[in-house]
């Protein structure tokens, strides 16, 4: 199985990785456009609620509650009835959703208000900096339509990785990059202010992903007529999973949402600057975290489903021994190159190299918490494929909190570096209750192959950090260095860096088969 697992996880990561990649030409497009000022912290406010709803419905809270009554209803049930569950799941959430956008749209300034509370309370002072929070009002009627089109975008898609075909759904997301790089090219010279062409390309993006994947559904059989179907027993489990699930696996992107919040008091640049660092923790989250994540709950699923609890254990196994594997340089390569990635990819136009040495600090903090924050993408699985949602909802409220208390008490000595660092504690918090409950009831005990693993990750990532460290040119020689300069010199750190890495795995007595699934202990 594990070896399934691994093909579709490098299909899914492949995906991924065209996806990335273009979200980085799209975000050293937005810097060169709009660098850290004012225009892009209203832009990136405004994309940021519809980007954290995408988490919750395309990768997130949706999928965790619908796939393993998809999984339940195939193996239960006729051709037939499995049409008529996608039929009455599509019209429902459809109603339900298209409601709420409509509210949404309508309601812009009062969640820019909410979400953007330093921003209010300076337009109701009269202030200059005000005039930020009625640009969001407006740049929300826009994005805010993007909620409807991931929400369907999302139900798709988590059809088809159920039928395995992971490599269809985890393309969607080049098509909104696509989409928000081609209106800052074309339509951004036809605006007044560009963040509002930046604004359609969300609008398009999400339209375009979703038409994507209609004829695919329709050759799996699956393309269905849209039913009300509210009170059908199977909607009831997924409507009594749904909501719960949103503080569960998704309770990292509510912290960086309510740290949007606490941003919004700080100085011009503060959200630009985590936001940027952001996306840069994104790409390897979304490139392993989120790609072993999609492929582990339709396979927890039909593993609960069939009763089999090694099975369970052992796949719960590989994908923690993956995520250790890619998880563990990650986070050591974005500490230790933070700085330079940022020089490399956004310093230029109207993003300058002071935004990067700042944008650097909060992705340092961020990188302590990437592990955390792949850990829980594959942990949460074990409760959810089970239909256990009380737990991680329990400890999704805890980690919120938390994650407020560390706000406090960080944000004034480190400013909007303290909000990293909250996110990254708040994680770490998340991912230790979710395996210690699990080790707790039996379910998934790391095994003893998978914690040498571990100290044999961690030794070799250190030393690829010292490696690094030695060989990195100061931050006056990166600043000075050509383009062409900067990318042949992060590319050589990186070469250098997974060359040791590796060897030093290798070293270590690492092999092929050590990401094999494991015996894992069960009680």
Known sequence: MSGKLFKSGMIVSAMTFISRILGLVRDAVIANLMGAGANADVFLFANKIPNFLRRLFAEGAFAQAFIPVLADVRHESDEEHLKQFVAKVSGTLGLVVTMVTIVGVIGSPILA???????????????????????????????????????????????????????????????LNVAIIGCAIYLAPKFDEPAFALAWGVFLGGLFQLLFLLPFLYRAGLLVKPKWGWSDPDIVKVRTLIIPALFGVSVGQLNLLFDTVIASFLGTGSISWLYYSDRLLEFPLGLFGIAIATVILPT????????DDKAFSANIDWAVKMIC??????????????????????????????????????????????????????????????????????????????????????????????????????????????????HKRGVYIASSQTVSLIVKIVFASTLMGIIIFMSNPVTTDWVDFSLMNKIFELTKLIALGAAVFVASLLILGVRKHTFSASKVATK
């Open 113 to 175: 208000a909410l979400f953007g509370m330093g921003w209010f309370v300076e337009y109701v002072n009269g202030e200059p900096a005000g005039e930020k929070f009625e640009l969001a009002s407006l740049m929300l009627k826009i994005t805010f339509p993007y909620l409807l089109f991931v929400s369907l975008t999302g139900l798709a898609g988590a059809i088809l990785n159920t039928l395995n075909k992971f490599a269809v759904a985890a393309f969607t997301p080049v098509l």
């Open 300 to 307: 927890l699923s039909q593993n609960h489903v069939a009763k």
């Open 325 to 438: 594997l890619l998880g563990i340089p990650a986070a050591t390569g974005l500490f230790m190159l933070a700085e330079p990635m940022l020089l490399t990819i956004f310093q230029r136009g109207e993003f300058t190299p002071q935004d990067a040495t700042y944008a650097s600090h909060s992705l340092m903090a961020y990188s302590f918490g990437l592990l955390s924050f792949m850990l829980v993408k594959v942990l949460a699985p074990g409760f959810y494929s089970r239909q256990d949602i009380k737990t991680p909802v329990k400890f999704g409220i805890w980690c919120m909190a938390a994650n407020m208390l560390f706000n406090l008490i960080l944000v004034w000595p480190f400013d909007y570096v303290g909000l990293a660092m909250a996110t990254s504690l708040s994680a770490l918090m998340n991912a230790l209750l979710l395996y210690g409950t699990l």
